[in-house]
């Protein structure tokens, strides 16, 4: 991850248009960073280093929706949704008939 980070910069001095385009992908900051590239060199420069740490990359997007999801599905697990589900009440009546079967052989 910091190897990435590493190259992005070392790209961005040399080529800051390029840098962008990886990290963001055709996006207005692309298009803006070609500009201040042409405008002069150091304001691409600049540009590319501030999008650089500033916006996260494709993989951290990724990853960090890949996060969101499993907490959604872990919190989908609460005892909430088990009772919309009736599984509470399934577990109770099987209970009562495990219950009821020991009480028959008893003779209760």
Avoid at 39 to 63: D, K, M, Q, Y
């Amino acid at each position: 991850m910091v190897l990435v980070s590493l190259a992005e910069g070392i790209l961005a001095i040399f080529l800051p248009p390029l840098a962008v385009l990886l990290r963001t992908g055709c996006s207005l900051n692309f298009l803006l960073n070609i500009v201040l590239t042409a405008l002069a060199w150091v304001p691409g420069v600049v540009h590319a280093w501030i999008v650089i740490l500033a916006i996260p990359s494709h993989r951290e997007r990724r990853r960090e929706r890949r996060r969101s999801a499993e907490k959604e599905v872990r919190g989908s697990g609460s005892w909430e949704g088990s009772r919309r589900s009736g599984s509470r009440h399934r577990h109770h009546h099987h209970h009562d008939e495990y219950r009821r079967s020991v009480s028959r052989q008893r003779g209760v």
